[in-house]
Structures are given as structure tokens and as C-alpha cells.
């Protein structure tokens, strides 16, 4: 029997897991910094910064999917941003992965949202054959950017003004 289902408290330490080995898998395990105590904080505080599904297999989880709202300026409408999905290594091929995607579709039309969209790593071939082969479009026009650590913390502190 499988099914996806929203995660609740009892879950965080099922999701950290379930990141860890997605770090493991995408060779980033040194940048994992996540506690069981901050992503409680995260999924299920008084602010909740994002959401989560669980896949599971009989009771036993097997892949996860976190995301946020994000806006379209163009739209005039917010969407989901899809931040991990993943699932285990030995669970692949079953058709998880395409039906945590497609949950997080259907959320998205619920809510009204004007699209679904996340970041794959370029080296990841079998990750973006299975995207466009569910209808998803590459945006190669795209450049993600980011700011983190000790250069966000240096530019939030700069006290430039426009001249």
C-alpha cells in the first residue's frame, strides 16, 4: 500500500533523515546544518516556512517532498516552489517520485496557484529526463543566485547608500 500524506511533528525526524540522505546522494553532506529542534521550528512553529509530504510503502516513509510559497509578480499569483524531493535509492522506478509531484500539483491547483516550479543539479541526467517527461520545461535562461553565510551577512551589514 502506498500513500502521500502531509507530514505532522511526529515525522521531523523521518524528514531529517530523509534530507540527510538526499545531502548524501547530491555529495553535500557537509552543508547539512539542519537539528531536529530547527526543522520542527521551520515545518510546525508559529511561523511555518514550509510544507511537507511524506511517500510511504507499507507504513515505512520512503521519499519526501518540501516546498514553499513563492509569488509571480508577472501573475499576480502565488506558487509553489518545490525546494527537495527525494526518494530512496531502492524505491526508485516504483512511480513515487511522480506521485509526490503530482500531490504537489494537485495542492497547486487547489490553492490557485499559477505554477509549480524547483532547481535540478545540471548533473543530475535521470532527474531531468523524468521532469520532461511529465511536461516540465527547462529554463535555460535562468541563473539561480545566492547569498549565504559570511557574504549575506556582509552585504546586509553594508550601509551604502544611493548616490
Not at 510511504?56 to 509553489?80: D, I, M
Amino acid at each position: 500500500m502506498f500513500t502521500v500524506t502531509p507530514a505532522t511533528a511526529a515525522d521531523v525526524p523521518t524528514i531529517l533523515h530523509l534530507i540527510r540522505s538526499l545531502a548524501e546522494y547530491e555529495k553535500l553532506s557537509h552543508e547539512v546544518v539542519a537539528t531536529e529542534d530547527s526543522l520542527s521550528a521551520a515545518l510546525f512553529g508559529e511561523r511555518p516556512g514550509a510544507e511537507c509530504l511524506i511517500a510511504r510503502e507499507n507504513g515505512e516513509p520512503v521519499g519526501f517532498a518540501l516546498y514553499f510559497h513563492n509569488f509571480s509578480t508577472f501573475l499576480s499569483r502565488r506558487g509553489l516552489y518545490l525546494e527537495d524531493l527525494f526518494v530512496e535509492p531502492a524505491q526508485r522506478g516504483k512511480g513515487y517520485g511522480k506521485a509526490l509531484l503530482q500531490k504537489l500539483a494537485q495542492i497547486a491547483v487547489e490553492l490557485g496557484c499559477g505554477r509549480l516550479e524547483w532547481s535540478v543539479l545540471d548533473w543530475n541526467a535521470p532527474a531531468i529526463g523524468f521532469y520532461e517527461s511529465l511536461g516540465a520545461k527547462l529554463m535555460t535562461e535562468w541563473r539561480i543566485f545566492r547569498l549565504t553565510g559570511e557574504a549575506l551577512q556582509t552585504f546586509a551589514a553594508t550601509r551604502d547608500s544611493p548616490t
